[in-house]
């Protein structure tokens, strides 16, 4: 019963609309119920929109535009990353070095696996795997002979111009770690030497589409990249270029960057579905990327099938890298670590490499226009030319904007339950105190009107006493 009449109480008092009007006795049953009614479904409806409202805020708190008020941008140039492909000369000079000059020319191709590992090592496996290797077959410390053959920045990148003025190429390229070895990374994030000289590459309506020429002195793959993006196995063949020597090489490209509105960090990774470079998980690289998430995730693949990692996956201490029985495993299992698949055509029995990574919030769509080859006539080095410059300003950029915050959803929450119930904050707090302080108040303010009526009540008796002892003084006082 007393439950009831907190209910009661509460209802007679509180500001919800209609629930005073259940709880009146002097309405008759029919006023009740039909108000009843009336507030049951007020209350499904707001529960409905606000539960609408929660939907759209967890998977529709982002909305994509395109803008084209492209005369005030400054566009930044791609990073552009050259990673030796192959260098024979300087695998012959090493073999030399180790073997002598009458060594074992077999030899020469498990340098070359070895140095510039794709995840594949048909020679290696075959000469010196099993329990027969040929004669000075490298066992393991892989990672140190892939560093013995790789050339130096200067060996391989010379007479480097942006926009047809001259720079130093090997201040600015800076060393990439990546799972293809030792690279060379300019205005990239994910270089080794992030806090090193920066170059500006920016573009815009006065300096005009912007190139850069430079020399390379060796066979290689040149990528266009964004800034945190790194180079790995899986990378787009339109965003690698293959140069080789007595060759120049042109290629035109577009961009079309991505700008993230003020308040999109403020939206969880889960709503926006993208992460930026700051928000990282990885251990491979220092800043987050889809590429660099993929590195991780075939890293984490080797760990589990092989027991260890490539050699060339970087930031791994060479401890848990592959020994000639790892490299081996690594071999046999070439198609479900150098193939990234859906997970339902993995369920299907498709072979491959599975990794659920996320965009990167601020990755840029580079396209390719147009390339060029010519031949290099009488040239004296072997060495390729290559310009890889915007075919034109960007004219077009998307722009992530934040459709509903959490500011919006509390604006529509509000305003649900004002328009259906007719609450506010204030009105789920009045259930907190009728329920829990109301009652404890009543209870105290009782005992203390208890206590003030038993103290009234025994100063009576005393002035009862005293005025009893009064009138019989004077009796006494005749008696003597």
Request: glycine share 6%; with cysteine.
């Given at each position: 019963?007393?439950?009831?009449?907190?209910?009661?109480?509460?209802?007679?008092?509180?500001?919800?609309?209609?629930?005073?009007?259940?709880?009146?006795?002097?309405?008759?049953?029919?006023?009740?119920?039909?108000?009843?009614?009336?507030?049951?479904?007020?209350?499904?409806?707001?529960?409905?929109?606000?539960?609408?409202?929660?939907?759209?805020?967890?998977?529709?708190?982002?909305?994509?535009?395109?803008?084209?008020s492209?005369?005030?941008?400054?566009?930044?140039?791609?990073?552009?990353?050259?990673?030796?492909?192959?260098?024979?000369?300087?695998?012959?000079?090493?073999?030399?070095?180790?073997?002598?000059?009458?060594?074992d020319?077999?030899?020469?191709?498990?340098?070359?696996?070895?140095?510039?590992?794709?995840?594949?090592?048909?020679?290696?496996?075959?000469?010196?795997?099993?329990?027969d290797?040929?004669?000075?077959?490298?066992?393991?410390?892989?990672?140190?002979?892939?560093k013995?053959?790789?050339?130096?920045?200067?060996?391989?990148?010379?007479?480097?111009?942006?926009?047809?003025?001259?720079?130093?190429?090997?201040k600015?390229f800076?060393?990439?770690?990546t799972?293809?070895?030792?690279?060379?990374?300019?205005?990239?994030?994910?270089?080794?030497?992030?806090?090193?000289?920066?170059?500006?590459?920016y573009?815009?309506?006065y300096?005009?589409?912007?190139?850069?020429?430079?020399?390379?002195?060796?066979?290689?793959h040149i990528?266009?990249?964004?800034?945190?993006?790194?180079?790995?196995?899986?990378?787009?063949?339109?965003?690698?270029?293959?140069?080789?020597?007595?060759?120049?090489?042109?290629?035109?490209?577009?961009?079309?960057?991505?700008e993230?509105?003020?308040?999109?960090?403020?939206?969880?990774i889960?709503?926006?579905?993208?992460?930026?470079s700051?928000?990282?998980?990885l251990?491979?690289?220092?800043y987050?990327?889809?590429?660099?998430?993929?590195?991780?995730?075939?890293?984490?693949?080797?760990?589990?099938?092989?027991g260890?990692?490539?050699?060339?996956?970087?930031?791994?201490?060479e401890?848990i890298?592959?020994?000639?029985?790892?490299?081996?495993?690594?071999?046999?299992?070439?198609?479900?670590?150098?193939v990234?698949?859906?997970?339902?055509?993995?369920?299907n029995?498709?072979?491959?490499l599975?990794?659920?990574c996320?965009?990167?919030?601020?990755?840029?769509?580079?396209?390719?226009?147009?390339?060029?080859?010519?031949n290099?006539?009488?040239?004296?080095?072997?060495?390729?030319?290559?310009?890889?410059?915007?075919?034109?300003?960007?004219?077009?950029?998307?722009?992530?904007?934040?459709?509903?915050?959490?500011?919006?959803l509390?604006v529509s929450?509000?305003?649900?339950?004002?328009?259906?119930?007719?609450?506010?904050?204030?009105?789920?707090?009045?259930?907190?105190?009728?329920?829990?302080?109301?009652?404890?108040?009543?209870?105290?303010?009782?005992k203390?009107?208890?206590?003030?009526?038993?103290?009234?009540?025994?100063?009576?008796?005393?002035?009862?006493?005293?005025?009893?002892?009064?009138?019989?003084?004077?009796?006494?006082?005749?008696?003597?």
């Amino acid at each position: 019963m007393r439950i009831r009449g907190l209910v009661k109480e509460y209802m007679l008092n509180s500001t919800l609309h209609g629930a005073k009007f259940i709880a009146d006795d002097d309405n008759s049953p029919a006023e009740r119920i039909f108000w009843l009614i009336c507030v049951v479904a007020s209350w499904i409806a707001s529960g409905m929109l606000i539960s609408a409202s929660l939907d759209a805020f967890r998977n529709n708190a982002i909305s994509f535009v395109v803008e084209s008020s492209y005369r005030d941008w400054k566009t930044n140039f791609p990073a552009i990353v050259v990673c030796e492909s192959k260098n024979m000369d300087r695998i012959q000079e090493i073999a030399e070095e180790l073997w002598g000059v009458d060594h074992d020319f077999s030899l020469e191709e498990v340098l070359s696996e070895i140095a510039y590992f794709r995840g594949e090592s048909y020679h290696t496996v075959h000469e010196c795997g099993g329990n027969d290797p040929a004669e000075n077959c490298i066992q393991g410390n892989f990672s140190q002979f892939a560093k013995m053959v790789r050339s130096e920045c200067k060996d391989t990148i010379s007479e480097c111009f942006w926009n047809d003025k001259p720079f130093d190429c090997c201040k600015y390229f800076q060393i990439m770690e990546t799972e293809l070895g030792i690279c060379y990374a300019l205005n990239s994030i994910q270089a080794k030497n992030g806090n090193g000289p920066k170059f500006n590459m920016y573009s815009d309506k006065y300096t005009g589409p912007a190139s850069l020429r430079m020399e390379i002195l060796t066979e290689a793959h040149i990528y266009t990249l964004g800034e945190e993006d790194v180079p790995n196995l899986v990378t787009p063949k339109s965003d690698i270029l293959s140069v080789g020597p007595y060759v120049a090489y042109t290629r035109l490209i577009s961009i079309k960057n991505i700008e993230n509105d003020e308040g999109t960090r403020e939206v969880s990774i889960a709503q926006r579905n993208c992460r930026f470079s700051d928000e990282n998980d990885l251990d491979v690289h220092r800043y987050y990327s889809y590429s660099a998430c993929s590195v991780q995730c075939r890293k984490d693949k080797q760990m589990a099938m092989c027991g260890c990692i490539s050699h060339l996956i970087p930031n791994t201490p060479e401890s848990i890298h592959c020994n000639m029985t790892g490299l081996q495993c690594l071999n046999d299992h070439y198609e479900d670590l150098s193939v990234v698949v859906a997970s339902w055509s993995h369920a299907n029995g498709r072979k491959g490499l599975v990794c659920d990574c996320l965009p990167s919030c601020t990755e840029v769509d580079i396209s390719v226009v147009h390339d060029i080859r010519d031949n290099i006539y009488g040239h004296q080095r072997p060495i390729s030319k290559v310009e890889i410059g915007l075919v034109a300003l960007p004219t077009e950029r998307y722009k992530r904007n934040v459709v509903r915050g959490k500011l919006d959803l509390v604006v529509s929450m509000g305003g649900t339950t004002g328009l259906f119930v007719g609450a506010s904050l204030l009105s789920f707090v009045e259930i907190l105190y009728y329920f829990t302080i109301r009652p404890y108040g009543t209870m105290f303010a009782t005992k203390q009107d208890e206590e003030s009526e038993k103290t009234a009540g025994n100063d009576d008796d005393t002035n009862d006493n005293n005025n009893t002892d009064q009138h019989q003084q004077p009796t006494t006082g005749l008696r003597y």
